[in-house]
T-cell receptor, first 114, second 112 residues
Framework: KAGVTQTPRYLIKTRGQQVTLSCSPISGHRSVSWYQQTPGQGLQFLFEYFSETQRNKGNFPGRFSGRQFSNSRSEMNVSTLELGDSALYLC?????????????FGPGTRLLVL | QKEVEQDPGPLSVPEGAIVSLNCTYSNSAFQYFMWYRQYSRKGPELLMYTYSSGNKEDGRFTAQVDKSSKYISLFIRDSQPSDSATYLCAMKEIGANSKLTFGKGITLSVRP
């Protein structure tokens, strides 16, 4: 069974631009969560989607948004990019939403903002 | 105070050593405890998953949870160079959401 896939793997943008990252969960998984990983802050939760609905949101500004499609694929968007948005963005999928579910991570998209 | 604190490292040990990795936490609502391993330029990979207090063993890996002390540990026996990676502890509250709260991770290097 294929794992979580994320595209693109690497991205370079300039300040003020916007970016869209994509995540395809493991087949059959309906919950997708997004995390930001930086050397300074570590892994931080962005948001979680289940059945096309945002279930939970982390403490990030409104420039960070996401959505989930009917096939469970998810996208996250960052508008008006700032230098501090440079990070590894990780997507994780699980069968369903809920604290008992195991989350499986993708390889991440590394975003560099110049 | 951060919800989850993890020894910052880095940690370097000789091959065959027993490795002890630790995290403390402040949120009493955490009920699920995990250890992830992350190799360079890869996503985190789940190693151990424990619900509530107790011990869990899987091969060379043992996870311990002490909820009374708000302390979790991962032990690696007979460490191998292939164990060289960043180890992250993660925790979840019980409930309907999947949010993981992570420690910052510790980089382990096992010297041949």
């Amino acid at each position: 069974k294929a794992g979580v896939t994320q595209t693109p793997r690497y991205l370079i943008k300039t300040r003020g631009q916007q970016v869209t990252l994509s995540c395809s969960p493991i087949s059959g998984h309906r919950s997708v969560s997004w995390y930001q990983q930086t050397p300074g802050q570590g892994l931080q939760f962005l948001f979680e989607y289940f059945s096309e609905t945002q279930r939970n949101k982390g403490n990030f500004p409104g420039r960070f948004s996401g959505r989930q499609f009917s096939n469970s694929r998810s996208e996250m968007n960052v508008s008006t990019l700032e230098l501090g948005d440079s990070a590894l963005y990780l997507c994780a999928s699980s069968l369903a939403a809920g604290s008992g579910e195991t989350q499986y991570f993708g390889p991440g998209t590394r975003l560099l903002v110049l | 105070q951060k919800e989850v604190e993890q020894d910052p490292g880095p940690l370097s040990v000789p091959e065959g050593a027993i490795v002890s990795l630790n995290c403390t936490y402040s949120n009493s609502a955490f009920q699920y405890f995990m250890w992830y391993r992350q190799y360079s330029r890869k996503g985190p990979e789940l190693l151990m998953y424990t619900y509530s207090s107790g011990n869990k063993e899987d091969g060379r890996f043992t996870a311990q949870v002490d909820k009374s002390s708000k302390y979790i540990s991962l032990f690696i026996r007979d460490s191998q160079p292939s164990d060289s990676a960043t180890y992250l502890c993660a925790m979840k509250e019980i409930g309907a959401n999947s949010k993981l709260t992570f420690g910052k991770g510790i980089t382990l290097s096992v010297r041949p």
